[in-house]
């Protein structure tokens, strides 16, 4: 008889997401496996297997010995239904075992909006949800990734999170349980100990109290458990490890490529920007290794296109010798080079015009705000003449595509900021009036604003976000502004990037909110056609809870902050200084400029920052 | 144009025909094999599957044309550096200098397994014949403009129907595959509408082999 799960696989859509079974898959013999973890991703296989920082902790933990690491992916809403019916539990594509089975279950969480995911999944493996609930070392779950920044609203149902990059803090934790569960301690003894190790932070060894206001009285840590928790970064990226055995998936997910992080950090400082300042310092990788790494990683997984990923690429200091090696390379092997977030400098557009041969990629900026006022503000070091001048260059060159990224509802905004986006989109069309060279295809530009939201570890973690009306008076105000027919002008839905900001800076008071949405129905949040405002809303009355606190209240200077156990190596008085000249409309020198002073360095023993 | 046989099986079945094309192209790169491009404004490599199969069914027979730049490789070399890169499930059985055009490929035999979960219904084998000895079986057939009803008998060429034990019954058939094409999975959809009573718990089904017209093995 065939297994029920291949008589269910026909029934939906995009089967192939949930069997594993791809080119290098790593299946270990169990009889040798002493650790099993489940690694999740709280959204769809497409996206998870697009994500580089899963790719390299699959790698580090199943290099260590002894450790089965396998991949657990969310269900698409028609296998959840499916699984439900017929009471099938999540399973690992490895193995096919049940994520029950498994000694750890870990989360990397990139993405407010996924924590229903992580809820659900948990559920369908039929997982108590609560750590408090999941008592001995069985299903220890933990986390990382760029949301544990701030990870209170998760804090009632992850056991500990591994605050910042995971390459080293991995293996530090999972060697720690593989010695607990020989010896087998008690659940509680093991949290005591992995709290101890740099970069982990164990939630239930707090408390929080609050003020009759609502607002943070207190955090106290317990038993001795340190007062913050300073994340865990890689100093020599060179000697890091990076796997170029991948995975190469058997069906097509969202960025089916080869991907080189070419350094980490960013040396700019856009005061909205959490990955700004939380990813700092500045490492850089060099040429040599990347060069070394691309043709290994190319030439094992038959890709044919490569990016290089970075905060910034153009900020990457050996850009041009990298390139030079890898674009003889990649023509000769028919791979395509793709090289995103390139600034509007001379060298890109040189490289722009390098790459062009290969494949023609559209042009794309995000000034982020319509004045230059506004840009001061956030820090956003992109003038309208490095717009204009590369978009006439573009023209020139044919092309007739051009795609521009705002926010609405920043610091200071006005709304002659907001007509200020017009005024630059008409600039825009007068270039291509003036410079293109084929004029028979029309100019597009496609104009995008998104609702600004305020996150942790910035400048402006402390700012309100507008009310969703406001916001889209905002959008309604520029919408009438336009009037070319060359522009297309979308703007997000207020509600998603609402509960955005309030989980971005949420509380352990949240936990019931995500977990009473989750019983409502909502999972998939992300995705336009699973996601259930009303269901949140619901939730957060049964809860009682208003959402405004958390968005268009603001957060006072003198306020503790629920992430103030987080340090990510900035100093809050940097941001504060840094908010200050938000207000002043004064612009801070990028980092190669000249070092502001923003307190990461203290994370570096073995290099400096390279800004 | 050179040609594998290769088979899809096991948690390949899963793989769509598109996804199949892409894995091909990514292993013919891991094997060392460039693939010649197509001409053109997007030039791509030039590898083509002959009948696509629908996601889930598995298949013994499949062909696929590419053509390499280095033409000096020999068939049994460049199917030993496949089969090292390929993924669990697909497996290149034999490699061609050249084959028969594909338009001349007329038929397949596939095996289609029916599942019953609380035993084989009495009388059922025997109401399935005769069921398709009849002259004509109309079932739905979703098309670009629509849905159309279609007559399948005059497509099915062979059929043998046993009970492979208490829960299973075995239909061996040949049917037509190219102008016009019968998709095997139409036959116990029949039996479900004409013979709801003997609706299979679930069903699947296997290609076997490939014919031309004059029913010699097509390569």
Known sequence: MTELINRILPTVQKPARYVGGEYNEIIK???????????????????????????????????MDGVWCERVFAPWSDMEEAMRVNQLPLWTLESHDSVKDFDMVAFTIGYEMCYTNILNMLNLAGIPLRSKDRTGLKNIVFAGGVCAFNPEPLADFI??????????????????????????????????????????????????????DGTLLEIIPLQGAPKTVTKRIVENLDAAYYPTKMIVPSTEIVHDRANLEVFRGC???????????????????SADVLYRQAVETLTDSGHNEITLSSLSTSDYRELKELTDRLLPYCSENRINLSVPSLRADNFSREL????????????????????????DVINKNLTEDEILDTCANAFEGGWNNVKLYFM???????????????????????????????????????VSTSYFVPKPHTPFQWERQIPPEEYLR??????????????????????????????????????????????????????????????????????GIDPDFYTVRGYDEGEVLPWDTIDVGVTKQFLLSERNHAYLGTVTPDCRHSCSGCGVSKLLQEVACDA | MRRLLFKKTGRAVWISHLDLMRLFQRAFKRAGLPLKHTQGFNPRPSVSIALPLSVGVASECELLDFELVDASLTCNDIMQRLNLV??????????????MKIGELAT??????????????????????ALFDGESVIVPKKTKSGIQDQNIIPMIHAMSITAVNDYEIKIDTVISCQNPSLNPMQIPLAIEQYLPEFKPSFSHCCRIEIFDKNNNVFR
Not at chain 1, 189 to 212: D, Q, W
Not at chain 1, 267 to 285: E, L, M, N, T, Y
Not at chain 2, 86 to 99: E, R
Request: hydrophobic letters at 35%; aromatic letters at 10%; proline letters at 3%.
């Open chain 1, 29 to 63: 013999d169990l009889s040798q496996v002493r650790v099993r973890v489940a690694f999740c991703f709280p959204d769809t296989y497409e996206i998870g297997m697009s994500n580089v920082g899963m790719r390299i902790l699959y790698g580090v933990m199943n290099e």
């Open chain 1, 159 to 212: 056991d500990f999170f591994c605050i910042g990059e995971g390459e080293e803090i991995t293996p530090e934790v999972i060697d720690l349980y593989d010695r607990a569960k020989a010896e087998n301690w008690e659940k509680e003894a093991f949290l005591n100990e992995v709290a101890k190790i740099p970069g982990v932070y164990v939630p239930s060894m707090y408390t929080h109290s609050y003020r009759e």
């Open chain 1, 267 to 285: 040396i700019r400082g856009c005061r909205f920007c959490q990955a700004g300042f939380s990813c700092r310092p500045v490492r850089k990788k």
């Open chain 1, 352 to 375: 722009m015009q390098k790459l062009q041969t290969l494949r023609k990629s559209g042009l794309t900026f995000a000034p982020e705000a319509g004045t230059q006022r506004l840009r």
């Open chain 1, 408 to 446: 609405l509802g920043l610091p200071t905004e006005t709304d002659e900021d907001v007509l200020g986006i017009a005024e630059l989109v008409h600039k825009v069309i007068n270039t291509w009036k003036n410079c293109a060279t084929n004029k028979k295809r029309g100019l597009r530009i496609h």
């Open chain 1, 474 to 543: 905002r959008c309604k105000l520029l919408k009438c502004h336009f009037y070319s027919k060359s522009v297309e002008y979308n703007y997000h839905e207020p509600d998603l990037s609402r509960l955005e900001a309030v989980m971005a800076r949420g509380d352990r008071r949240l936990g019931r909110v995500i977990e009473q949405a989750v019983i409502r129905g909502a999972r998939l949040d992300g995705w336009d056609e699973h996601f259930s405002y009303q269901a949140w809303l619901d939730a957060f009355s049964f809860c």
């Open chain 2, 86 to 99: 390929l993924v669990d499930g697909v497996k290149v059985i034999s490699a061609y200098d050249n084959g």
């Open chain 2, 108 to 129: 397949l035999r596939c095996i289609i397994t029916m599942e019953y979960d609380k035993k084989v219904p009495d009388r059922c084998v025997e109401k399935i014949c």
